[in-house]
């Protein structure tokens, strides 16, 4: 009974972020032609401007909740200290959050070294709906996490897509709301603050 209400009181924490009712700037089509918020293309970037950053969190520790890594294990973000973490809370029918997976990817290829980018599906189904698109769009430097409880949306108060950049030491250094195109130099400039 508990699971269900918590159940409960997080959909509205998820839907209220990403939904295919009422888009948001990032999902809105600019013309007749342009693809809906289902039609998904990773051709098209989502639009990025620094005030998008959040610092109003800083500090802040990352939350105890765990999610399950691609080996079936479960982790939590404590186990990624020792570097920064870029965490990218996502779901497979959320048009901003994919527009903005091959930007994470090319992230986590530049950065791999000195930066953990841990992209997290909130998926409900979570490995039968994350393995196929993971497999489809075929992302070589971002791994499938899991977190279909919905733990780290409800830690963060978080809809999606939501991405904060941790420190080493698992505090928060930023958040962006929705979606971010992490190819750009002023994104390079925000991860840099980490280390």
Known sequence: MRALIICLLTVPLVIGGCDRQSPQPEQAATNAAAPSP????????????P??????HKGAAEPAASFTAPDGKHVTLADFRGKPVLLNL???????????MPTLDALAA???GTLTVLTVSQ?????????PFFKAHGFPHLKPYL?????????????LPTTVLYDSTGHEVWR???G???STPEAATKVAEAH
């Open 38 to 49: 289902d039609e998904v293309t990773s051709a098209a970037a989502p639009a990025a401007t």
């Open 51 to 56: 005030s998008t950053i959040d610092y109003s």
């Open 90 to 100: 996502w779901a497979t029918w959320c048009a901003p959050c994919i527009k903005e």
């Open 110 to 112: 530049k950065e791999g």
């Open 123 to 131: 998926d409900l189904e979570g490995k039968a709906k994350v393995a």
């Open 147 to 159: 977190d279909p409880k919905l733990a780290l949306s409800t830690a963060l108060q978080a809809n």
């Open 176 to 178: 962006v709301m929705g």
């Open 180 to 182: 971010y195109d992490w």
